[in-house]
């Protein structure tokens, strides 16, 4: 397996434009996760799905920031309009069995909205 | 909510000397996880731990759980420059929530 992929890898954009960064989970996994990490605020719990279903999304900061996923291979973090205070690197996980088993990270999307 | 507490934030050794980090938690927690993410990295994860108590070993890495599962702590014996990067504790109660991680730099 590949492991988890995400992309791209890095993104450079310009205040107020929309952002779509994807993910697509190691095959089999239930649970997919999207952590935001930062120097400041270090690694954030986003949003988490079960099943493709969303079980908590209090870690999302605000309305421009939302996630999907339409099916067991693929996810979507949007964030409409970005701001520089969204510059930070993105990172989706995934794991078999949910909080009590190990997560599997991709390689992340660095984020820088100027 | 729920958080995690970890210290210290930082630590610089010389190469062969032993480090610790420390995590706190502010709840029972079910289970504790402990990751590493190299500089320019993601998190991998290096164990789990759920006995009250628990000890365990990976080589020169011994990871320990306190006995009301709120604490636990990641001690590397003799340090190699190999063992560069941030070190995370994650709380794994309803969710998976990770400490601050503890930075470890190895001078050669």
């Known amino acids: 397996d590949a492991g988890v992929i995400q992309s791209p890898r890095h993104e450079v954009t310009e205040m107020g434009q929309e952002v779509t960064l994807r993910c697509k989970p190691i095959?089999?996994?239930?649970?997919l996760f999207w952590y935001r990490q930062t120097m400041m605020r270090g690694l954030e719990l986003l949003i988490y799905f079960n099943n493709n279903v969303p079980i908590d999304d209090s870690g999302m900061p605000e309305d421009r920031f939302s996630a999907k996923m339409p099916n067991a291979s693929f996810s979507t973090l949007k964030i409409q309009p970005s701001e520089p205070r969204d510059s930070a690197v993105y990172f989706c996980?995934?794991?078999?069995?949910?909080?009590?088993?190990?997560?599997?990270f991709g390689q992340g999307t660095r984020l820088t909205v100027v | 909510g729920q958080q995690v507490m970890q210290i210290p934030q930082y630590q610089h050794v010389q190469e062969g000397e032993d480090f610790t980090t420390y995590c706190n938690s502010s709840?029972?927690?079910?289970?504790i996880q402990w990751y590493k993410q190299r500089p320019g990295g993601h998190p991998v994860f290096l164990i789990q731990?759920?006995?009250?108590?628990e000890v365990k070993k990976q080589k020169r890495l011994t990871f320990q759980f306190g006995e009301a599962k709120k604490n636990s702590s990641l001690h590397i014996t003799a340090t190699q420059t190999t063992d560069v990067g941030t070190y995370f504790c994650?709380?794994?109660?309803?969710?998976?929530?990770f400490g601050s991680g503890t930075r470890l730099l190895v001078r050669p």
């Open positions: 996980a995934s794991s078999p069995e949910g909080q009590n088993t190990e997560a599997f």
């Open positions: 994650a709380a794994s109660s309803y969710k998976l929530i």
């Open positions: 709840t029972t927690l079910s289970n």
């Open positions: 095959s089999g996994h239930d649970y």
């Open positions: 731990l759920v006995k009250s108590g």
